[in-house]
């Protein structure tokens, strides 16, 4: 079968499975739609949060980063697993014990005041639009490639897919979709890789094929790969250009941030114990694990791959390149959607890919008769050309469309829910119209969904940004802002309102300013970014992704201060928190 | 249960805590980032070691760590009388 006709059918097939499931697991009350009811087991919730959490960014953009950064792209795979650390040493468990529905809703009641409320859901909603904005790229980029239907289209797909679920199951609706979209996506995400792993090292485990050696060669990938790339001016592949500051604060502010996100923390509101609650965070890690361990593999032998082809010969020889008009299918496809760029600069026929922003290697390329890099490759389309590039079977390639639309929808469905959460539990019951029945609450609770799909829709068209960089800023918020709150919230008894709501509001000015100043955000009207994003400018050279580590120090130390200067919380607090320290129920 | 008891069981658990704390500095902040390059010269197979912690190792050892607490502490609250059910 045609590739086209296969994509329809597997990706319409998966659209249909995920609608099936969310009518049979639709919300009756509002605790089924916020939490699930409490009852998903440990091993489902670690899927669905493991689905929750892999985005478009982590499916589609994360390897193609790392194909391009090399070491350095290892501050994503760390940073967002680490996090997962935090979560269920600091947080997961008693959060589960506090028992209630949301993240501001804990901050609320540990702080005592619907101030404190109200700057998390803000901090809440501003986090979650950024992440949902990156995710409804990711949906575009999918349909328009595969499906060859517009993005607008393609947005509009998505979001009736999400809003049928999301609206009408709640937090039960999108849990079990999520474990189905596990399945489709970790499925998507292994096969292509294993298929490329054989055909490459004949070993059929990428996280082993990885570190082993080209098939019919005694030279390793690594080394192979490291070696090709300096010839053509680029980095090594296995050392890193950031600096060291810069890699540990990125990585840092992704751990952080991971376990501040507020659609990862509600995951685990969901499960009925605090045992399960950790447990649960395990099993949520494994299965995130076998895609971020499957990820760098698939990079590297993506990035040696795409050399291979464009570069078939001798590196400086008239005819090392590959020639224009020889050019494989999967090149061809790519222009016609603007992310793959040929532009035969020493018009020679022949496609030079090479590092021309490298001073050092100007001189080589010269002599070779190169007049400059030729190739524009989108990092994004590594994922999805990799399986094409690779020569693999049509069906794998659906395959990888139906996963990487099942990990943007996973994740946008979950950011929609704690959206659509804060607004009708957060703001409306909790504080403007405490009167309202739960009946209400619930009609209150979709219509907030709807319209966070539809804000959302909107965020996708002018997304600021390539998909994981989006991502890496609503982590820096978040590190920033809720994960030191809800923390010392947990840790510390003598923190009190006044410390928490300084140190919060602190915290996300500061990161959110810095973001804004250096990459523009959302005042990219008013002329944002104002500063040059170069390291010499930066504060102590920690660049815009790592920033919200600094936040979250002045978080910390700003809560700490003030609470210190001011009234203890008063006793019946400090009951709440002895409370959640402990497992059984008084 | 007594505060002496409910406060021996939070010690116990700020250790467990630290001690897996411990252990994921190591081998992500150290292995993976500060010491990368001294361990880059020790190759396993294909890989530099420093690299393998870095794209690698650090993610077992994160899961290792998560089950190895949640483990620990579901022991822990049973000797303390803290277990739920």
Partial sequence: MELKSLTYLLVGASFALYIGIAIWARAHNTRDFYIAGKSVSPIANGMATAADWMSAASFISMAGLIAFLGYDGSVYLMGWTGGYVLLALFLAPYLRKFGKFTVPEFIAERYYSGAARIVAVICLIVISFTYVAGQMRGVGIVFSRFLEVDVTVGLMIGMGVVFTYAVLGGMKGITYTQVAQYCVLIFAYTVPAIFIAIQLTGNAIPQLAFGSEIAGTDVSLLDKLDDIVTSLGFNQYTSGTKSRIDVFCITLALMAGTAGLPHVIVRFFTVPTVRDARTSAGYALLFIAILYTTAPAVGAMARYNLIETLQPGVVGSVDGNLSYSERPSWFDTWEKTGLVTFNDKNNDGRIQYYNDKNPAFAATATSYGWAGNELSVDRDIMVLANPEIAGLPNWVIALVAAGGVAAALSTAAGLLLVISAAISHDLIKGIFAQGISERQELLAGRIAAAVAILVAGYLGFDPPGWVAQVVAFAFGLAAASLFPAILLGIFVKRINKQGAIAGMVTGLLFTYGYIEYFKGLFLKWAGSPWGGNVAEQWLFGISPEGIGVIGMLLNIVVAFAVSYSTAPPPSHIQEIVEHIRIPRSA | ?85
Avoid at chain 2, 18 to 30: R, V
Avoid at chain 2, 53 to 78: C, E, H, P, T
Wanted: hydrophobic residues 50%.
């Fill in chain 2, 1 to 85: 249960m007594t505060p002496e008891n409910r406060a021996a069981y939070w010690r116990a658990n700020l250790r467990l805590v630290a001690a897996c704390m411990a252990a994921w500095f190591l081998c992500s902040y150290g292995f993976g980032i500060l010491l990368v390059d001294q361990l880059n010269n020790i190759r396993i197979g294909g890989f530099q070691l420093g690299f393998w912690f870095a794209q690698q190792g650090s993610i077992y050892v994160f899961v290792f760590l998560i089950f190895f607490y949640a483990w620990r502490m579901n022991k822990m609250d049973r000797k303390y009388d803290v277990h739920e059910d």
